[in-house]
């Protein structure tokens, strides 16, 4: 047997497609975006770097496959009451961004890249316009809604400290006097919030008037 043909003992010769995609999400999740490439992707799942490749012609075409396979997993609320189900789902989004920052630069280039992609936009318009808001409305209350969130969890400082972002607390007050006041005193999780609560008023009160 020709020697290019061997591979080591215990090393599968190929993996599923989901297996490949289950592996590079938690790749993303535990370890953050840039963790993640084909060659560390091979070596987890105990297969040859081109193996991936076989599947998925490139690193996008992987990466897209891995956010709608978050997006799939999506289990949106039935309250009952259209607003207060989308208000849940951002806020569930926005807990979800905290404890992966893997997935925010996962999700900011996709939200509408693919079929899957529709779904949660689909799902968040169709109860805006359910509420009570014409078309035009609901986009505009999700992408304010959307845009507010990715924002606010892209700032969170548990997210900057896994990105080893400039630290506040060592900035020059004298340079920076109002920037380097807020260390250690914002409550970031309590403004998400406040801030969605008053999101949630003015929708209501658009459906009202």
Known sequence: MAESTLRPVGRPASVSRAEIVAKAEALVRSEGFDALSMRRLG?????????????FP????????VYDNVVSRAEPGASGDPI???IAGYRNFWRDLIENPGLIPLTTPRMLATKAAMAPFEWVMERLVAAGLDVEAALLW????LSYTLGAASIHPDVQQRA????????DPRLYPTVSDLAGKADHDRLYREGLIAMERQIREAVAA
Do not use: W
């Open 43 to 55: 070596r987890e799942l105990g297969v040859d770097p081109m193996v991936p490749y076989r599947i």
């Open 164 to 171: 080893k972002r400039v630290d506040l607390g060592q900035l």
């Open 58 to 65: 490139s690193k996008d075409k992987l990466l897209d496959a």
């Open 84 to 86: 207060t189900d989308v």
């Open 142 to 145: 999700y992408t304010t809604l």
